[in-house]
């Protein structure tokens, strides 16, 4: 069954800090989708990457960049200098291409706050 | 900017009562979710729809929800009737097939 981890449930840093946001994950799927959203305090969830199972680059954002490793089942955030702005809960989900790449399984989603 | 958009973004209601919750998904998407968020069981998958056709309710408590899509720019989620333990965050998102979920703003239901 697939499965993913947060297990880092609240992170708090000051501002232009460097943070990591974990994400270990479960399926039997060769063919999958890994993503992250941003739910600000306003309570949207925002789309932020996409990736799927074939492509283990590393993407970088701006200030955001994902690193992607299949061998440890790891799909991590690292925000760079963070910012006031960048204070959201942030949620790490996955789909099964044997779903139909439909149904999203969540973590229970990592609370960041950035301090000034 | 295309966006997912649900009514009403808030609903207080009491036990028993029935709840109506609409989304309108993003033109041209041809997937609808929604999903339900608590503290205690965070985001859940309550059901989708492809094309409008449901494709897995299989989240739902079947005895008091109800989920249908009228039309394409139109998705309903229904409880009836409903109870305290269904107040949550009501989310609609909606895709293409074996694509991103674009989530709409939520629907804060409160039952008291």
């Known amino acids: 069954a697939q499965k993913v981890t947060q297990a880092q449930t609240e992170i708090s840093v000051v501002e232009k800090e460097d943070v990591t946001l974990d994400c270990v994950y479960e399926?039997?799927?060769?063919?999958?989708?890994l993503f992250w959203y941003k739910q600000p305090p306003s309570g949207e969830l925002v789309f932020l990457i996409r990736?799927?199972?074939?492509?283990?680059q590393n993407e970088i954002s701006g200030r955001y960049s994902w690193n992607f490793q299949k061998s440890t089942s790891s799909f991590n955030f690292t925000i760079t200098a963070s910012q006031v702005v960048d204070s959201a809960v942030y949620f790490c989900?996955?789909?099964?291409?044997?779903?139909?790449?439909?149904?999203?399984?969540f973590g229970q989603g990592t609370r960041l706050t950035i301090n000034p | 900017d295309a966006r997912v958009t649900q009514t009403p973004r808030h609903k207080v209601t009491e036990m028993g009562q029935e709840v109506t919750m609409r989304c309108q998904p993003i033109l041209g998407h041809n997937t609808v979710f929604w999903y339900r968020q608590t503290m205690m069981q965070g985001l859940e998958l309550l059901a989708y729809f492809r094309n409008r056709a449901p494709l897995d309710d299989s989240g739902m408590p079947k005895d008091r929800f109800s989920a249908e899509m009228p039309d394409a720019t139109l998705a309903t989620l229904k409880i009836q009737p409903s109870e305290p333990r269904d107040s949550a965050v009501y989310f609609c998102?909606?895709?293409?097939?074996?694509?991103?979920?674009?989530f709409g703003p939520g629907t804060r239901l409160t039952v008291l």
């Open positions: 989900a996955l789909s099964e291409a044997s779903q139909g790449a439909q149904k999203l399984v």
């Open positions: 998102a909606s895709g293409l097939v074996q694509d991103t979920q674009y």
């Open positions: 399926t039997r799927d060769t063919t999958y989708y």
């Open positions: 990736r799927n199972s074939f492509d283990e």
